[in-house]
């Protein structure tokens, strides 16, 4: 994962390589994977219409090939970018088509694992609040956060489930119910 702006350029080079390398070699599962590695380089430069465009390219590239489930995790990174544009509605109706679409592959569980599954919906319901909290929708918020912390916890992931419920008490906070916010941060604490 790219977490710094060294690791950025660092990726973005490694993402053209393996562009380059894949075209050559006709691999044509990896030139997705690669503008998706470039999208997360670029949206940490802060260049997030090039990197709107190359999850784009991405998960359009994913679906060409028959890779729903790759395709649909490409909108982690979609709802990311948008958010960071301010454009939360968009970011919020792009985590609701993974949701649909978790929901149809829940029927048919051979087609994903279901902790994998599992994870996505917590990581959509995650960027979902945010997405409410940056336009004040703080008790959505709040049950976007609880949703995803109720995943983390399944999933036994206490750190990601810790975030959650800080995130979640921050959401009361703002919506004035401080004594419920209280016990999220003590619950928080408590996993950490």
Request: hydrophobic letters at 50%; aromatic letters at 6%; glycine letters at 6%.
């Amino acid at each position: 994962q790219v977490r710094t702006v060294a690791d950025a350029r660092q990726a973005r080079q490694l993402a053209h390589l393996c562009e380059s390398v894949a075209e050559e070699i006709a691999a044509v599962p990896l030139g997705p994977r690669a503008q998706y590695l470039r999208a997360q380089s670029h949206a940490i430069n802060g260049e997030l219409t090039l990197a709107l465009e190359l999850v784009a390219t991405a998960h359009n590239g994913f679906l060409q090939q028959g890779l729903t489930r790759e395709a649909m995790r490409t909108n982690i990174g979609r709802m990311r970018v948008l958010g960071e544009l301010g454009q939360f509605d968009a970011a919020l109706a792009t985590g609701q088509q993974v949701v649909d679409w978790l929901a149809g592959v829940a029927a048919d569980i051979s087609s994903m694992p279901t902790e994998e599954a599992q994870r996505l919906l917590a990581l959509v319901k995650t960027q979902q609040g945010v997405c409410y909290d940056h336009l004040g929708h703080f008790a959505a918020a709040a049950t976007a956060f609880a949703e995803a912390e109720k995943v983390y916890e399944a999933l036994a992931m206490p750190m990601h489930n810790a975030a959650a419920k800080n995130n979640r008490g921050l959401a009361l906070v703002y919506a004035g119910r401080v004594r419920a916010a209280l016990v999220a941060f003590a619950a928080a604490a408590h996993l950490q």
